[in-house]
C-alpha cells in the first residue's frame, strides 16, 4: 500500500503562485506514476497533471503549473502560477503503480484564488 500525505496550498489572489507537495511512503517511489487532480463543489474530479518519465499537463493549466519530482525526497510537487478564480478547488496528490490507474490517493489541500 502506498500513504500519500500533502503540504502547501492556501489563498492568494488571481495572478499569484502556490506550491503543494505531496510525500509518499510504502513503495519506490521511482516507480510511482504522480499526478495531481482537483475537484470543486458541484464539479466532477478532473486531471491536473502528471509525472513519470515525462510531464503531462492538462490544457486548462498548461504554461501555468508546473509538476515536478524529487525522487530522493519520495515527493512530489505542483507549482502553480498565474492562478485563476477557475483554479480553485481541492487538490489531491495521486499515485500509479502501472496501467495508468490512480489507486492511491492523497488528503487533499484547499487552493483558494480570490478575483
Known amino acids: 500500500q502506498v500513504r500519500l500525505v500533502e503540504f502547501g496550498g492556501g489563498s492568494v489572489q488571481a495572478g499569484g503562485s502556490l506550491r503543494l507537495s505531496c510525500v509518499a511512503s510504502?513503495?519506490?517511489?521511482?516507480?510511482?506514476?504522480m499526478a495531481w487532480f482537483r475537484q470543486a463543489p458541484g464539479k466532477e474530479r478532473e486531471f491536473v497533471a502528471a509525472v513519470d518519465w515525462r510531464t503531462t499537463y492538462a490544457d486548462s493549466v498548461k504554461d501555468r503549473f508546473t509538476i515536478s519530482r524529487d525522487n530522493a525526497k519520495n515527493t512530489v510537487y505542483l507549482q502553480m502560477s498565474n492562478l485563476k478564480s477557475e483554479d480553485t478547488a481541492v487538490y489531491y496528490c495521486a499515485a500509479d503503480t502501472g496501467g495508468n490507474v490512480y489507486q492511491y490517493w492523497g488528503q487533499g489541500r484547499q487552493v483558494t484564488v480570490s478575483s
Open positions: 510504502g513503495r519506490t517511489f521511482s516507480s510511482l506514476t
